[in-house]
């Protein structure tokens, strides 16, 4: 038997982390975690919450972060979401291609864009395509 309680605490916590979300996460990441400068998203914020614009990029980090801002638009979580998914989709188009003429993308550049690892790795992949499937 389900405890009532234990649904009403479950509630809560999606409500709290919901909250959480809206209110704190997407405005850091579209901000702090967005680089004004050269493009695309940071790939981590340091203990403060300051990005670290110096660190390599991943490419399912910049696809990741796509399809999360495209998806809290689309739910009505954060609107401006939208815009944000888009910009990122230009620099994931441009930057993190695969230079050979090839398709696919790279694993990893630095903040200026040149190519640190030139592999194609899966995984980016997959979340590149969760990316294009998401922005509209």
Known sequence: MVDPSAAADAGDIVATLKSF?????????????WDRTGGGFVDRLDEHGRADRLAPRRTFVQARQIYCFAKAAQMGWYPEGKEIALKGLDHLLSKPRAPDGQPGF??????EGDILDPRRDTYDHAFVLLALATVS
């Open 106 to 111: 790279v694993h990893r550049i630095g903040s």
């Open 21 to 33: 979300i809206i209110e704190h996460s997407l405005p850091l990441w579209s901000g702090e975690g």
